[in-house]
Structures are given as structure tokens and as C-alpha cells.
């Protein structure tokens, strides 16, 4: 009689604990599976573009002023004063309203002579007073600088001009923008394939903003003296929207 060895049994635990191992990874990974396959259901495009438009100004603002030079500090104020209220009396006028006028500088320094291997030498003081004014009607701007030269203003330190009303403007510009960022989409649709697009959001920057004005023209009375009036071209100001957009596709 043959006897055959019998293998033992595996132990019940030792059996189990792999395939519960495996049950538990797969648990675990199908979650994140679902997460991924979901992360690439919805295709988007993020697109910029801008619009533009370009009007008339309808209003300006100039800075301009008096200096004046004198041997104390008392008689340089008075002498400024006595200037600049006249330049105030001829801006009014030219029909500039109180409400369109503002100091926007008042200095007065002291002025020194300078030689070598010498102690600086006070010569005198000089006050100076500058005036913003905001011109509403463009028509009268030559005139308005005209006349506060000949009372006695002797700086002009730039002029600026810009919109009293900008939304106009601006919503034109929207208007040119939104054509141009959906023009860009519709062609990427094609390009990629897709037929159908859904807009997610919309943000908006850029707008009107007055411009500064610019370097001081300090030869600008001196012009005025050769001329018989003062001319001034208020050109095109330029005003920009800019659009960002996330677009969905489908197919």
C-alpha cells in the first residue's frame, strides 16, 4: 500500500489577505478614476481680445501760471498776486466758470548767485503761482490761452484733452470687443473641430483714462507774441476695452 503526503492546508487568513488587499486598492483607485475621466468631459478655450473706438474731445484741461522775480520775498508774492488776479478776472471773461479753476501750485523761492570758491549770494525770490483750468468748450480754448497771456501769464505748463461723458465711447469700444472675442472663438471651434460654444465668463479691463499732460512748454508765450491768435487741435482720443473669456465646446 502506497501512502501519498498530503500538502497541508494554507492557513484561511493567509489566503484572504491578498485578495482583501487587492478589493481594498481597487476601492481606493476607483474614485479617482472617476474623477479623472470627469476632469476631461468639458473642453474650454480661454481667449482674450480687445475693441477700440476713437472720438472727438469735447473738453481740455490746461495748466498755466505767473512767475514772477523781485529782490524780497514780499514784493515777489505781491507782484504775483497782483498778476495772477488779473489772469483770473481775464480767464472768467473768456467764459471759463469759477468752479473750472484751481490752484494747483504756489511756490516762492529764494534765488542765489553761484561762484566759484565763493559763498552762494542771495539774489533775490521768486513766487510763482499755477492754475488749472477745465475748458468745456474747445471753441473758446485759443482765446482762453490768448487772453491769460495778455494779462499776464507768462508759464503754460501742458494741456490735456479728454471726455466729460466717456460711456459712449467706452460702450462702443465693448461692443467692438465682444465681436472680436467671439469672431476668435468660432474660429478656433473650427480649427479643433468643435460645433458648439458656451460662454462661462466674461471679465472686462481697460476703459477711457484722461491723458496727462504732457512735457511743459515753457517757450509757449513767447509763440503767442508772433501769432496773431493761438490755435489748438484737440485730434482723436483713442478708447480701449480689453475682454478675457473662458468658452466651453462640444462636438
Do not use: H
Amino acid at each position: 500500500m502506497i501512502k501519498t503526503a498530503r500538502r497541508p492546508a494554507a492557513p484561511l487568513a493567509a489566503i484572504a489577505l491578498p485578495a482583501l488587499v487587492g478589493a481594498l486598492l481597487l476601492g481606493a483607485a476607483a474614485p479617482a478614476l472617476a474623477q479623472t475621466d470627469a476632469a476631461f468631459k468639458a473642453t474650454t478655450f480661454s481667449l482674450s481680445a480687445y475693441g477700440e473706438t476713437r472720438v472727438a474731445p469735447d473738453m481740455a484741461t490746461i495748466n498755466l501760471g505767473v512767475q514772477t522775480d523781485a529782490p524780497t520775498a514780499a514784493e515777489a508774492l505781491k507782484a504775483n498776486g497782483a498778476r495772477m488776479n488779473q489772469v483770473m478776472a481775464a480767464l472768467k471773461k473768456a467764459g471759463i466758470a469759477e468752479r473750472d479753476i484751481q490752484t494747483s501750485n504756489l511756490n516762492l523761492n529764494a534765488q542765489y548767485a553761484y561762484e566759484q570758491n565763493q559763498p552762494p549770494k542771495l539774489t533775490g525770490y521768486q513766487a510763482s503761482n499755477q492754475v488749472t483750468i477745465t475748458v468745456r468748450d474747445l471753441a473758446k480754448l485759443g482765446a482762453s490761452v490768448d487772453a491769460t497771456v495778455n494779462a499776464g501769464a507768462n508759464t503754460v505748463n501742458g494741456i490735456s484733452f479728454g471726455l466729460a461723458d466717456p460711456r459712449a465711447a467706452e460702450d462702443a469700444a465693448r461692443l467692438e470687443a465682444v465681436k472680436a472675442l467671439q469672431a476668435k472663438a468660432a474660429l478656433y471651434a473650427r480649427a479643433t473641430g468643435y460645433k458648439d460654444m458656451r460662454l462661462v465668463n466674461l471679465n472686462e479691463g481697460g476703459g477711457y483714462t484722461p491723458a496727462p499732460p504732457p512735457v511743459p512748454m515753457m517757450a509757449f508765450a513767447a509763440k503767442r507774441e508772433m501769432a496773431d491768435s493761438t490755435s489748438v487741435a484737440g485730434g482723436e482720443l483713442k478708447v480701449r476695452i480689453d475682454v478675457n473669456a473662458t468658452y466651453e465646446m462640444t462636438k
